[in-house]
C-alpha cells in the first residue's frame, strides 16, 4: 500500500553536482502519503543543522494526487528547516511545480549540498543538467525567469528560482513559482540561496498512472459541484471573481483587521480598497494554479509604473501592506507586493516586519519609503540590516520584543486573533508559528460553513481545532489547496486517491495520516526544544481590546480562559501538560518520540 505514490524520490547533491534515485520504504508513504508528512518525515533527522548548513536538505514533495484530474491538487509542499523559527517549515506553492515532478516520474525532489557559486538546474524526465547562473547574481525572480525561459515561452517547464533575498540570505525570503506564484512563508529562500541553487526548472513528459479513472472522473465531478456551488470560492463576490482580496472585506466587515501593528481591528479604508474597485482599478482578471477550478489569482492589465501583466496582492498582504502599515493608497500596497514578489521576499512577514519598525520608530512611511525599505532588507544597508532578520529579532535587538507580532518567530497573517477566538488558539499552537491555516477556523467561526460557532468563545475550540489540523495536514500530503475545504471534505478526496491508487482509502484513514503528521511536527517542536511558551499570543492580544464599537464589542482576550482551552487542546491532542509529545502517544501513532532524549 503505498497511497499513490510512484515510490521514487530524486536526491540531487549540488555539491558533487550529481543526481541519483531512492525508492523509499513502502511504510514511509503509507505513514505519510507524500507532501508535507513525508517532508516532515525525511527531514527530522537533519533538523539539528543550521539553517545554512550545506548537509541540511531543502525538499519539494508532491502529493499523490498531483499531476491528475483531481481538483486543486497540484501544491508542491516546499520544506527545510526554517530561518526563522529554527525548526521544520513546509509552504505550499502553486502553479505546475507539483505536476511536473510527477510527470517526470518522481513523488519529490530532495537537494542537498552546496554549489561553490550560483548555478541552475534543469531536470527533464529525470536527467539532471546543472549550469552556470553566477551572470544571473542579484537577478530579480521574474529576470530570472526570462532569463532562463524567454519572455513568452508557449510552451514552459515548471520554473522555480531565488531573488536577491535568497541569495543575501534574509530571513523572510521566499522561492518564486512559475510567474505568479511562491512558497512565501518561513525562510525557505534563503536556504536555496545557501545551497547556490538560484533556479530550477523541471519537466516531465510521463503519465501519472491512475487506478480507476471512472472513480476518479466521478470523484471530480462531486468535487466540482460542491466548488460550484459554493459562494466564498466561485459566488459573485468570490474568489474566482475578485481572488483572495474577497477576505479583506469578510474581516472588514466583522471588525478584525490588524490594523497598525494590531493595536486595532478596524481600518477606516475609503473608497479604493474593496476588492471591486481594485479590480476595477487594474482591470484584472483571474488565472491560477494548474487544474484548479477556483482561479483566485488577479492579474492587472493596467500599467502600474510601466508594467502590465502583474499580480495583484492576495488578500494577506494587500491586508498587511494597507490596514497594518497605516497606508491608505492601493498603489503604495501593490508597489511594495510588487517588490516583495520580484525580491523574493514573504509580503506578510516583510509587513508585520515593516510595521513594528513603525511602531518602535512612532513614525509614518513616505510615499515609497516602503519599496526602498524593502531592497534596504535585501542588502542589509541601514535600517535593512536589523529588518532583514524579521519582526522578532528586529523587535528584540530594538528593545521592543514585545512590538514583534509574531508566534514562535513566524509573524502573523491578515485575521486579528481577538475576532475569532479558534483562530486565535489556532495560531498560538501552530507548529509552524504564526499562521491560521495550520487549522483553518474560519470558515467555522466567520464563514459559518459547514458548522456555524460563536466565534468570541472558547467552548468547543480545543476539539475544533485538533480536528482542523488534522484535516489540513492530511491535505498538505495530498497536496490538495486548502481553499478547496472551505466548500469540499476530505470525504471527496478519500474518493478520489481511492481511485488513483486503487486501495480502500477514507476520511478516517486519511485523518488519522493528519493526526500522525501533526503529532510528528510536535516531536520535531521538542527537539528543538520549543516549549509551550511558544504556544502563545503577542501580550498585546491579552491586554489591549479591539476597535469596538457599541454594537460589535472586541474586547482582550481573556487569558485564563485562552491558557484553559491551550490545555484542553493538549489534552485532545494527546500530549501532556506541557504541550509536548508523550512516547506511547507517539508509538500508537508509529512515531518515536522521547522526552528525555531528543532524536538529532
Ligand atoms: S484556489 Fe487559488 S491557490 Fe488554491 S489551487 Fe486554486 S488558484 Fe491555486
Not at 525567469?145 to 519572455?151: C, T
Request: hydrophobic share 40%; aromatic share 6%; glycine share 12%.
Amino acid at each position: 500500500m503505498r497511497g499513490g505514490a510512484l515510490g521514487r524520490l530524486l536526491h540531487v547533491d549540488l555539491g558533487s553536482r550529481t543526481a541519483r534515485v531512492e525508492e523509499p520504504s513502502d511504510a514511509l508513504y503509507r505513514n505519510f502519503l507524500g507532501g508535507r508528512g513525508l517532508a516532515g518525515a525525511l527531514l527530522r533527522p537533519h533538523l539539528s543543522c543550521p539553517w545554512d548548513d550545506p548537509d541540511l536538505p531543502l525538499v519539494i514533495l508532491t502529493g499523490p494526487l498531483a499531476g491528475t484530474m483531481a481538483p486543486a491538487s497540484g501544491r508542491a509542499i516546499i520544506a527545510s528547516k526554517s530561518p526563522l523559527t529554527s525548526t521544520f517549515l513546509d509552504s505550499a506553492a502553486g502553479g505546475s511545480l507539483a505536476a511536473s515532478v510527477k510527470r517526470a516520474g518522481f513523488d519529490g525532489i530532495v537537494i542537498r549540498g552546496a554549489a561553490d557559486g550560483l548555478v541552475g538546474l534543469r531536470l527533464e524526465d529525470g536527467n539532471a543538467v546543472f549550469e552556470d547562473a553566477r551572470h544571473l547574481a542579484g537577478s530579480t525572480i521574474g529576470e530570472t525567469y526570462i532569463a532562463v525561459l524567454g519572455e513568452n515561452p508557449a510552451e514552459h517547464p515548471a520554473f522555480a528560482a531565488v531573488g536577491s533575498a535568497g541569495e543575501q540570505g534574509a530571513a523572510f525570503a521566499s522561492i518564486g513559482v512559475d510567474r505568479h506564484h511562491m512558497a512565501g512563508r518561513g525562510g525557505l529562500g534563503a536556504v536555496m540561496g545557501a545551497k547556490n541553487l538560484k533556479w530550477l526548472t523541471v519537466r516531465g513528459t510521463g503519465t501519472v498512472p491512475v487506478a480507476d479513472e471512472e472513480a476518479l472522473l466521478k470523484a471530480r465531478e462531486a468535487i466540482l459541484r460542491l466548488t460550484a456551488a459554493s459562494p466564498v470560492l466561485r459566488g459573485q463576490f468570490g474568489f474566482s471573481n475578485y481572488g483572495t482580496a474577497a477576505l479583506f472585506d469578510l474581516t472588514h466587515s466583522r471588525r478584525m483587521t490588524p490594523t497598525d501593528n494590531f493595536r486595532r481591528t478596524w481600518f477606516d479604508r475609503g473608497e479604493g480598497l474593496s476588492a471591486p474597485a481594485l479590480k476595477k482599478r487594474y482591470a484584472s482578471h483571474s488565472a491560477g494554479c494548474e487544474g484548479c477550478p477556483v482561479e483566485c489569482l488577479q492579474i492587472a492589465a493596467t500599467p502600474l509604473d510601466g508594467e502590465t501583466d502583474w499580480a495583484l496582492p492576495e488578500f494577506e498582504s494587500l491586508s498587511h501592506f494597507t490596514a497594518l502599515v497605516g497606508n491608505h493608497d492601493p498603489d503604495e500596497a501593490a508597489r511594495a507586493n510588487r517588490r516583495c514578489v520580484a525580491l523574493g521576499l514573504d509580503p506578510v512577514s516583510a509587513a508585520v516586519t515593516l510595521a513594528t519598525r513603525r511602531e518602535i520608530a512612532g513614525r509614518d512611511f513616505a510615499p515609497g519609503e516602503m519599496v526602498v525599505l524593502l531592497d534596504d532588507i535585501v542588502t542589509g544597508r541601514g535600517e535593512g540590516e536589523l529588518l532583514r532578520l524579521g519582526a522578532y529579532r528586529c523587535a528584540e535587538a530594538m528593545g521592543q520584543p514585545e512590538a514583534a507580532m509574531t508566534v514562535k518567530g513566524l509573524e502573523l497573517p491578515a485575521y486579528d486573533p481577538r475576532g475569532a477566538y479558534g483562530l486565535a488558539l489556532g495560531s498560538a499552537v501552530a507548529t509552524r508559528g504564526g499562521c491560521h491555516l495550520r487549522a483553518n477556523t474560519i470558515s467555522h467561526e466567520i464563514l459559518r460553513k459547514p458548522v456555524a460557532t460563536d466565534r468570541f468563545s472558547f467552548a468547543g475550540k480545543a476539539r475544533m481545532v485538533k480536528l482542523a489540523e488534522d484535516a489540513i495536514a492530511a491535505a498538505d500530503c495530498l497536496g490538495v489547496c486548502t481553499y478547496m475545504f472551505l466548500t469540499a471534505g476530505l470525504e471527496e478526496y478519500a474518493a478520489a486517491l481511492a481511485a488513483v491508487s486503487g486501495e480502500p482509502w477514507g476520511q478516517g484513514e486519511l485523518l488519522r495520516v493528519g493526526e500522525r503528521v501533526v503529532y510528528q511536527e510536535r516531536c520535531m517542536l521538542l527537539e528543538a526544544s520549543c516549549g509551550p511558551e511558544q504556544d502563545d499570543l503577542p501580550e498585546r492580544f491579552f491586554i489591549e481590546p479591539g476597535s469596538e464599537t457599541e454594537t460589535q464589542p472586541m474586547p482582550a482576550i481573556d487569558r485564563e480562559a485562552f491558557l484553559e482551552a491551550r490545555s484542553a487542546y493538549y489534552a485532545v491532542r494527546g500530549l501532556d501538560g506541557r504541550g509536548n509529545p508523550i512516547p506511547d502517544r507517539a508509538a500508537a501513532l508509529g512515531l518515536e518520540c522521547s522526552t528525555s532524549t531528543p532524536l538529532v
